[in-house]
């Protein structure tokens, strides 16, 4: 029963983030006065790159992108959707933040293997701006942790409900902007994206993905803005009463990191560092110290 | 027991017959020394101790007398057994002076230790003085004569403000016997009293090695050959330790209690020993050549034997006479190592001694046991002495904190320098080149004897605890031991 | 015979047999093998008695009693003695193969002894005890980091340095505090020092920083970070590992069976919710782990890169001890095992690499996962385990730490926590993509796999750090026999689950795992119901519709591997250059051989000897005045 | 060497495809990823097809960064010999099904560079084309036209250029032969050896 829902859970969420990005593209493509591509854009896309014939270089790069996607499945599993899970857990969070690790080293391994000195750059960038964005993410999360002296997601979810007045967005507002900032690094969108840098190193990571390697790789993306949407949702707004409040609360903080993603330029890799270590860590050490003292 | 006589007259008969033997006076040298060392164990160890001999029936105070102690005889195994092993690591064919001169000096080391009064002791230590002139001359080179006329100029320096001294004693108190100057110690003014101690001290301090007076240790050791540098070591620095002991904490002592009665010059000396301790070590740290590493250890040894019994409770003389022994030891595995590697590599430096422990691990394992044991690393002899040391200096004043931390400090530059140097040998030999010399097996065997008795005294120190107890006893109720020995019923 | 003396006995005996037969490498190793196996089967055995003791009386009196030596098992130094010879045991299996001809550092009778010092000191019941092993263990290592080569004995003579400035003030410590309690049982001794906390604040703190200082030393805490990287680096390679994991745990064991007591037991002034002591303490745990972390990032050489990741774990450990609650020792003690079990596997692997190129740079090796799938396995899942990523053993640790820091509201020191574990992540894979990954250098193209003696410890190694991971209850049962014999109580732990000090928060480790793997056979399908992949050559990259190789450019030249982190360096430069403790201490050295030679040129010349006779009767007068 | 005329195969045994085949056929023709190899000046034309005014995106069709992830060459412009190997090596580097669009005169007969000693003048000699568009360059609207008569093809399964190059290997090979043995001598005198400096020790 528990591996039916598991598997459940892992095609909603695939399913959630395929559309999510979809829509992340209409609305770009609005933003630019354009007509954009349908919203099932995505799936369009996943089929054809799985189903089409793709290049591996060795096995670890297999071997990498299959972890990569299993990486963050598992740690979609932990996330409550509305109180809903897969299995009865306490949704620790260092369990998620040190999970979605797998998802990342997945990947860095997978496109290493190729070999690609424009994916290594990619990767190191990736991996320098994950030591940015942890800091501050942390602190906010440790500020949620020690409001409520539990590192359960279910238990910060369950403390919001009830009115819309009890969610976190209001109890810590300065939390609240700090994360909307590290979330903007955490997908991965401007002006934090230095890593994929079409322009630059050829796409980054994704350089010698191709056919069923960037269908998992999008996948992984997929579920991964699901896990830091869902993870925002249930930190700041209520956790959702059911599904598909959920979803649309999910929606609602994606489509701001795309309206974000839309009007900014890049920002080098050092200067993203520097910005999440001076403004969203700053902002989120003032909530700290609010709530811790 | 007039025949402790022997000790003194037959090495200085051998020293005139030696003028006449060639390829024999080795061989003679050996049996006389090793008939001193066996004499002075049998003494050693009969019961007849502690007794005072008069020498020609004439009795102290106003005739020579020598005190045997368990303290001084105990010195005199040491000081012979020096002198047998720097017979044996003699390398080459020696002429008759050299024989004869060595001679001489163990007659006045050995005569050193025995005398009972002080004239005696000034005519023995300028003996010794000239003695290891001209050993240290010996080789007839620039470097050996340039090293024996400073260590002459300097030593004879020191002599005639120890003749002062005597001077001073004998006009204020009437008397030059050891025991009768125990005794009417607390006669004298203070300020004569200082004057005789600032004198006598410097009279001793250039034999003790220590820092403002010891110019002369490294060029002298760096000019000898390795046995002339045993006998230095062995002979000379081990009388020199007895000295402390005898002419510091008996003679100018405050009643049997082995404090120095001049409590102010106690801590001077202090300041003394502690800067020797730090100016040798460092001065070690970067020196190239061997031998003179092995000087300026010797000199910091020195002062850590000297603090030891200048903190003058039971704990440090304990420690300070543990260190006596295993410094001994040590030093002289190291001495006797260093003068094969010198012949094998026909260098100096120690950084060309590379490959040596690979070729002969006995000789470079015994070489690291020597250099720990000076270290103070468990499991060797000198731990236990530097223990005990820092022990005993913890009771007394801040002073002797500041020492602790100097002690600990210098520490540190020694285990680096030591230990650097005996990685050195078990580097690999970047060339092929075979070595110049080849080891002499019995060196290698004295080395690794002494190497294995530091280890079974780092690992038991009882081995040698009732006599180091006997002679921290005999320091601590001098009164008791020394001057009742020399006056019976004079307490 | 007592079998607290068997341990020692036999390391001894055999360090001491085997200098007798030392031409005969493969005979030697394989007699290191089974003394660390007879070891780890006595230990194994010696679980649950805790009455065992030896002790000897020694003919030396200090405080007017003889000296005593004496052993006794207790359940901490049982823990940390058995999880570092059933190391020690694997990597003697590898050092049998490790040792041939071409890679023969004849280390084997030292490491015997620094065996027996390390047993020693495991089990020592008094501080002489305790002392006399400490100093054989830090000289002995010495010769085996120096191990005859001119390049390492310059390493060497850095560790040794600071590892005598350590052994100096453990003595003095040492003395002051059994003057203070007129003996040298370690149990009174830590009841005398609670008693001086309550009525002389400042001498007590003076009397632990000098045992702190020692345990920071041997453990590489700030502000003694720096040795590890050049000890660890130039070291035999078959060594590094012990030196890692086993070594580096010395002043940990010191810390938690000398300090943690006093301060749990003194009535010290308060920094929230735990005392001002312990909080220095996890404060250099944090900076040590940030600062290593750091330093790690930008090293080129692998072995110096692992030694600074060495640093930042034992930042972990003191961070978790320094919570002083039972949740934050139990993952420091965790962490230990863990550190030991991955840092092996890890060094071990690196070893097999430099064994078959005799390289160390990164930059230079390349695409071995190619030649050597096996040791890119292991080293795979080492460093997931070092990363702290769930399902393998590292992960458990660093959870229970984490958890302990903020249950204890060390806000700053977990922030610093979680930077630096962040920050494993990045020159784990660093390494990982510069060695294993990436072009294959063309010289490289026939090494072959690790020999099998050098894959079946790795092979255990790997299972083993999975084995815990997804069953914390073989680590987690040992522990609560540690935490009851430090008069914590606890209760027993389950099997599968980790407890913390925050509401809601307990974790299921073996279910993590069943998920965990339900998510991959799920992956695993859509990998397989996908297209057909081919396969192509490794250079066949897209380079701009350029052929690198028409360029002169070979394979190696071609990964991207020497400046990983260039931008992020550039941002840490002038704080690289203000940390450089390095710096500090070769112009230390600089300044102390100047003294010396100085003061030997003092000597050299002959003009200022009877002055200097004169300054010294002066010295003699002034004193005698005074 | 006989060529193949696939296009009249193809309408022979049009309707003999699987379901299957017909719907990836369907999803790859919704979804076009192209890589704009800008060769030359057609590359111009690109921009305005991808904004506002003509928004290819709502045919699925993105701009991709490496041969990897795309479907679809775009060639735009005049090839030069030189030029004419990258394209070869792209166009090898892209999994299959992939497709080739040529843009304007340039690529067909050489346009107005055709007397030029290093211009390719017919690139589908070298590689297989699905489909050339004339001009001058050529406005969008006939790229765009362009696109969706590809994707008109991709979906009939009509485009199958990709497998003329596979079953055609020797004679694309003979002709890409005989144009790089003109370009040897060029690049040997240039001494573009890369001189790499093996930088020692650590960073920092």
Known sequence: ?293 | ?491 | ?626 | MQIINYADEERRQEDNRKLWDKVTAYFRSRSLWMLHYCTGCGAMELPPIMTSRWDIERFGIVPMATPRQADILLLTGYASTNTMKRIIRTYEQMPEPKWVIAFGSCTVNGGMYWDSYNTVNNVGEYIPIDITIAGCMPRPEAILDTMVKLMNMVKSGDAKAFQKYKDNYGYYKANQDKLFARTAPVLESASLKYVHNETEGSEQ
């Open chain 1, 1 to 293: 029963m528990v591996v039916i829902n598991i598997i459940l859970y892992s095609l909603f969420a695939i399913l959630v983030g395929l559309i999510f990005m979809g829509i992340g593209r209409k609305v770009s493509a609005r933003m630019h006065l354009r007509y954009g591509p349908p919203f099932y854009q995505s799936i369009l896309d996943i089929f054809k790159l799985m189903s089409r014939k793709s290049f591996t270089h060795n096995f670890v790069m297999d071997l990498g992108m299959v972890m990569a996607l299993a990486g963050l499945l598992g740690t979609m599993l932990y996330v409550p959707i509305a109180g809903h899970s897969a299995f009865i857990s306490n949704s620790n969070i260092i369990v998620i933040m040190y999970l979605m690790a797998i998802g990342s080293l997945g990947m860095a391994m997978a496109v290493t293997a190729s070999g690609n000195p424009n994916a290594t750059i990619g990767i190191s960038r990736a991996l320098t701006m994950m030591l940015g964005y942890e800091i501050p993410f942390f602190i906010i999360v440790l500020g949620l942790i020690i409001s409520n002296n539990s590192s359960s997601i279910s238990v910060i979810a369950a403390s919001q409900a009830g009115s819309i007045w009890n969610w976190n967005i209001w109890h810590m507002p300065l939390g609240y902007i700090a994360m909307e900032i590290t979330l903007q690094a955490m997908m991965g969108e401007k002006p934090f994206d230095a890593m994929i840098a079409p322009a630059e190193v050829a796409s980054g990571p994704m350089v010698e993905l191709s056919g069923k390697y960037l269908g998992l790789g999008l996948l992984t993306h997929a579920v991964s803005i699901f896990v830091e949407t869902g993870l925002m949702v249930n930190f700041f707004f209520g956790g959702g009463s059911n599904p598909i409040d959920f979803v649309i609360k999910q929606l609602g903080i994606y489509l701001i990191a795309v309206i974000f993603d839309n009007i900014f330029p890049r920002y080098k890799i050092e200067q993203a560092v520097k910005f999440l270590w001076i403004f969203p860590t700053g902002i989120a050490v003032v909530q700290l110290l609010l709530l811790a003292f």
């Open chain 3, 1 to 626: 015979m007592n079998i607290m003396l068997m341990l020692l006995v036999v390391p001894l005996i055999t360090a001491f047999l085997t200098m007798a037969i030392l031409k005969h490498q493969k005979t030697v190793w394989t007699i290191f093998l089974a003394v660390s196996g007879y070891l780890s089967y006595a230990l194994f055995t010696m679980y649950g008695k805790w009455d065992l003791s030896w002790s000897i009386e020694l003919g030396f009196k200090m405080f007017g009693k003889n000296v005593v030596l004496s052993l006794i098992n207790s359940p901490l130094g049982w823990f940390f003695a058995f999880f570092a010879s059933l190391t020690t045991l694997l990597i003697a299996m590898f050092s049998i193969a490790y040792n041939d001809e071409k890679h023969d550092s004849k280390t084997a009778p030292i490491w015997l002894l620094l065996i027996f010092s390390n047993i020693g000191i495991f089990f020592a019941k008094d501080w002489l005890m305790f002392f006399i092993m400490w100093e054989a263990m830090s000289t002995t290592a010495y010769f085996i980091i120096a191990h005859g080569k001119e390049i390492s004995a310059k390493a060497a003579k850095f560790y040794l340095s600071i590892s005598l400035i350590g052994t100096s003030t453990l003595l003095l410590g040492i003395i002051l505090v059994s003057r203070l309690s007129q003996t040298f049982d370690i149990g009174v001794s830590i009841d005398s020092l609670v008693k001086l906390f309550s009525t002389n604040y400042s001498a007590a703190l003076l009397y632990i920083g000098l045992f702190i200082t020692t345990f920071l030393i041997k453990s590489a805490i700030f502000p003694f970070y720096m040795w590890p990287s050049k000890a660890y680096a130039e070291s035999p390679d078959d060594f590094t590992p012990f030196l890692s994991t086993v070594m580096s745990k010395y002043g940990v064991y010191g810390l938690i069976l000398f300090i943690l007591p006093i301060l749990a037991k003194s009535d010290l002034p308060m920094f929230g919710k735990i005392s001002q002591p312990a909080y220095m303490l996890a404060v250099l745990g944090a900076i040590t782990s940030v600062l290593a972390t750091i330093l790690a990032i930008f090293q080129t050489d692998m072995k110096k890169l692992f030694a600074y990741s060495s640093v930042a774990n034992v930042g972990y450990i003191v961070m978790g001890l320094a919570t002083m609650s039972v949740v934050g020792i139990q993952g420091a003690l965790f962490h230990s095992v863990n550190h030991m079990i991955f840092k092996t596997a890890i060094f071990l692997s690196l070893a097999a690499v430099i064994y078959r190129t005799g390289e160390r740079d990164m930059h230079k090796l390349g695409g071995l996962v190619y030649k050597m799938p096996l040791t890119f396995l292991v080293y795979l899942l080492a460093i997931i385990s070092a990363a702290g990523i769930p399902p393998l053993s590292g992960f458990t640790s660093k959870w229970l730490i984490v958890q302990a820091l903020m249950a204890q509201k060390m806000l700053f020191v977990v922030v610093a926590m979680i930077f630096a574990s962040t920050g494993a992540f990045m020159y784990l894979l660093r390494c990982l993509a510069s060695v294993f990954l990436g072009q294959l250098p063309d010289k490289y193209k026939d090494i072959k796999e690790a020999p099998l003696l050098m894959a079946i410890p790795m092979t255990i190694l790997m299972l083993l750090t999975l084995a815990i991971g997804v069953i914390p209850g073989i680590i987690t049962k040992p522990i609560d026999a540690v935490l009851t014999g430090m008069g914590y109580n606890v209760e027993p732990s389950s099997w599968t689950t980790v407890h913390t000090a925050l509401a809601k928060s307990d974790l299921n480790l073996t279910y993590l795992f069943y998920v965990f793997m339900v998510a991959c056979v799920i992956s695993l399908i859509m990998y397989l119901i996908s297209g057909k992949q081919e396969k192509i050559d490794q250079i066949d990259n897209y380079t701009a519709g350029e052929n690198p190789l028409e360029w002169d450019t070979t394979p190696d030249r071609f990964n991207f591997a020497y400046g990983f982190y260039q931008p992020f360096k550039q941002m840490f430069n002038p704080m690289l250059d203000l940390i450089s403790f390095e710096r500090w201490m070769s112009s230390f050295g600089r300044i102390v051989e100047r003294a010396s030679s100085a003061l030997s040129l003092l000597y050299t010349r002959s003009e200022g000897a009877i002055l200097m006779l004169y300054i010294g009767i002066a010295i003699l007068i002034i004193g005698g005045m005074m």
């Open chain 2, 1 to 491: 027991m007039n025949s402790v006589l022997f000790l003194i007259v037959i090495p200085l008969l051998g020293a005139f017959l030696a003028l006449f033997g060639k390829k024999a006076n080795r061989i003679v040298a050996i049996l006389i020394t090793a008939f001193t060392e066996i004499f002075s164990i049998m003494i050693y160890l009969s019961d007849k101790l502690p007794v005072s001999v008069a020498i020609g029936g004439w009795q102290a105070p106003y005739g020579i007398n020598f005190v045997l102690t368990p303290l001084s005889v105990g010195f005199i195994v040491l000081i012979n057994l020096a002198a047998i092993i720097s017979l044996f690591i003699i390398r080459g064919e020696k002429e008759y002076q050299f024989y004869s001169t060595y001679l001489v000096l163990l007659a006045a080391a050995n005569g050193i230790v025995l005398t009972g009064d002080i004239f005696n002791f000034y005519i023995f230590s300028e003996l010794t003085t000239f003695a290891i002139t001209a050993l240290i001359a010996y080789p007839r080179n620039r470097r050996s004569t340039g090293a024996a006329i400073k260590y002459l100029i300097l030593a004879s320096t020191a002599s005639s403000f120890l003749l002062i001294g005597i001077g001073v004693v004998y006009k204020t108190l009437g008397t030059l016997n050891i025991a009768d100057i125990a005794s009417k110690i607390d006669l004298l003014n203070p300020l004569t009293l200082e004057l005789i101690i600032v004198l006598i001290l410097t009279g001793i301090f250039v034999e003790l090695e220590l820092f403002p007076f010891n110019m002369w240790v490294p060029k002298a050791y760096f000019a000898g050959t390795a046995s002339v540098n045993v006998m230095l070591h062995g002979m000379l620095g081990t009388a020199g330790a007895y000295i402390i002991a005898r002419i510091l904490l008996t003679m100018f002592a405050v009643n049997g209690s082995g404090m120095l009665v001049n409590a102010n010059i106690a801590n001077a000396i202090i300041v003394i020993a502690m800067l020797t301790i730090f100016v040798s070590e460092i001065a070690a740290f970067n020196e190239k050549k061997l031998k003179k590493v092995l000087a300026f250890s010797s000199m910091g040894q020195m002062g850590l034997i000297i603090f030891g019994f200048m903190i003058g409770n039971e704990q440090a003389l304990t420690g300070a006479f543990y260190m006596v022994v295993a410094n001994f030891l040590a030093k002289i595995i190291l001495f006797v190592l260093t003068g094969e590697f010198i012949a094998m590599t026909g260098s100096d430096n120690w950084e060309d001694m590379k490959g040596i422990g690979r070729k002969h691990p006995v000789a470079g394992v015994s070489f690291v046991i020597g250099s720990l044991s000076l270290m103070g690393v468990p499991f060797f002899a000198g731990f236990w002495g530097k223990l005990a040391v820092i022990q005993g200096a913890m009771s007394g004043n801040s002073f002797m904190i500041t020492g602790i931390v100097i002690i600990l400090i210098t520490a540190v530059v020694e285990g680096v320098y030591f230990l650097k140097i005996s990685h050195t040998f078990f580097l690999k030999k970047e060339d092929e080149k075979e070595f110049n010399a080849k080891a002499r097996i019995h060196s290698i065997v004295i080395a690794a004897a002494l190497a294995v008795i530091v280890l079974a005294i780092g690992v038991h120190p009882g081995l040698i605890e009732n006599n180091v107890n006997r002679a921290t006893n005999e320091i601590l109720n001098s009164t008791s031991n020394y001057v009742d020995v020399v006056f019976p019923g004079r307490y």
